[in-house]
């Protein structure tokens, strides 16, 4: 099984400001199969990136990913009010399809 | 716009059999894509229970294969989740949710429903 780790766990930072959230695999991902999610509390997580890279539908463009193999980021370029939020990475590599344990993006 | 809307008992009582469905709108569940779920449990990962598509392919966690049935009601455009043989650790908020085209991961997902197992 594949564990994902993110870090930091909390990332204190004020709108405006460029966030970089780091995803590390236990073993290499291949095909870069690895997806972002958005969760703000009470609702549902939101699809944001897939194949590592690829912006899902609605999701705008100053939130990238990037990374290969066991290293992997998502990057949100300047922090918007709605950014703040918990977000998850998750691999579909290899069966079992797993998530990381998730960073916590807050107001600083 | 697809749209999931989990329901069923919030309370089960281990060893009972949980039971949770799924109103999909706005996509017919007979037009393709797998329908699943996945859970968190309190404080826990996200966990993929299992994914089923409406001819018969399917995917089930190893973890969980042995007490989970998934079915797909193309009538009613439902999905449902049973897990039998609960335990304290089957606590979590169950997710609705469909596979994206592509992969494995999720495109759309319902808002969740807390299910405790207590006595």
């Known amino acids: 099984e594949i564990v994902l780790t993110q870090s930091p766990d909390t990332l204190s930072l004020s709108p405006g400001e460029r966030a970089t959230l780091s995803c590390r695999a236990s073993?290499?991902?291949?095909?870069?199969?690895l997806a972002w999610y958005q969760q703000k509390p009470g609702q549902a997580p939101r699809l944001l990136i897939y194949g590592a890279s690829s912006r899902a539908t609605g999701i705008p463009d100053r939130c990238s990913g990037s990374g290969s193999g066991t290293d992997f980021s998502l990057t949100i370029s300047r922090l918007e009010p709605e950014d703040f939020a918990v977000y998850y990475c998750?691999?579909?590599?290899?069966?079992?399809?797993?998530f990381g344990q998730g960073t916590k993006v807050e107001i600083k | 716009q697809v749209q999931l809307q989990e329901s069923g008992p919030g309370l089960v009582k281990p060893s009972e059999t949980l039971s949770l469905t799924c109103n999909v709108s706005?996509?017919?569940?007979?037009?393709?894509?797998?329908w699943g779920w996945i859970r968190q449990p309190p404080g826990k990962r996200l966990e993929w229970i299992g994914s089923l598509y409406h001819s018969g392919g399917a995917y089930y966690n190893p973890s969980l294969k042995s007490r989970v049935t998934i079915s797909l009601d193309t009538s009613n455009n439902q999905v449902s989740l049973k897990v039998k043989s609960v335990t304290a650790a089957d606590t979590a908020v169950y997710y609705c949710?469909?596979?994206?085209?592509?992969?494995?991961?999720?495109?759309?997902w319902g808002q969740g429903t807390l299910v405790t197992v207590s006595s």
């Open positions: 949710a469909r596979k994206g085209r592509t992969g494995w991961f999720i495109d759309y």
């Open positions: 998750q691999q579909y590599a290899s069966s079992p399809w797993t």
């Open positions: 706005g996509y017919s569940i007979s037009s393709g894509y797998y």
């Open positions: 073993h290499s991902v291949s095909s870069n199969y």
